[in-house]
């Protein structure tokens, strides 16, 4: 069987991310398979920072028997001019599958490209399915089916937001994303998801006006204003992005039970008030806990199955 690579959410089909969830649902409960990684080394290669993803992956992978082996971007010759060309080609004789979070979506699909083992996106600047496949999965074990239900997506149209738009469409959900107008998600990806809701019935809207964006929503989503590679751009984005926090007065617009949702880190204060975010609503940390059952499903699908 060929390898598989979980690049972004795009080309994985309905039946492989139901299997997921059912399965993450399996692990939340502490259903574990015999050590399924046993024997197996899996890199774990970061070029940004990371909590959630690099921890939970860690641990994920040492449960189910496997070695996990974190690769800083700064420690390898990748660094110092080695292309991933011939780093992908080295490293697949060593390991047997490999957890890569960079900046460039098409740098992870030369690393894909040239690795003879799985590579998994934890996350790029265009993407973040792992993010958003725990994500589903939260507001599945919440809510039942994901089928007709509104997410609202108020901040930067950024990897989540398009995550969740690619995500969130293939399972038919109702997906509105509240940006500035400077600040929009990829023109390509929301018309890949415009294609994904036709199939489904479902609708993707785009709505500046954040209170109009929250009305009725089943679910409130926000991520931080300012996105690892965005640093430069600080000013100008802490502008743009003012009017668009998840506050109580926002919250009051969705529906009573609304989900609120965020993949952290958070910036208390700016995308997010604190009241919001520790308030009734709430299943962030939740979320932040499903990441690891999540990924031990996609590690076994990616890497056993
Ligand atoms: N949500 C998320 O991916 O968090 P980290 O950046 O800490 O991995
Ligand atoms: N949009 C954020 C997500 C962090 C998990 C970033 O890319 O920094």
Known sequence: MPKRDLLNLISLPLKDFNWIMKRAGEYKKGFVLLRPLENQSIGLLFEKASTRTRVSFDV???????????????????????????????????????????????????????????VINGLTDLYHPCQILTDLFTIYQNRGPLKGQKLTYIGDGNNVAHSLLI?????????????????????????????????????????????????????????????MGDEDKKASLMKALKPYQINEDLLSKAKADCLVMHCLPAHRGEEITGAVMDGPNSVIFEQATNRLPVQQAILEFYLKR
């Open 167 to 227: 995500g969130g469409a293939k399972v038919g959900m109702d997906i509105t994303i509240s940006s500035p107008k400077s600040r929009q998600p990829n023109k390509d990806i929301v018309t890949k998801a415009e294609t994904l809701a036709e199939i489904k019935g479902s609708k993707i809207t785009l709505e500046p006006d954040p209170a109009k964006a929250a009305e009725d929503a089943d679910i409130l989503y926000t991520d931080v204003w300012v996105s």
């Open 60 to 118: 994920g992978i040492t449960r189910m028997g496997g070695h996990p082996l974190f690769l800083s971007f700064d420690e390898i010759q990748v660094k110092r001019g080695e292309s991933i060309e011939d780093t992908a080609r080295v490293l697949s004789s060593y390991l047997d599958g490999l957890i890569i979070r960079t900046y460039a979506q098409e740098d992870m699909e030369l690393w894909a490209k040239h690795a003879t083992v799985p």
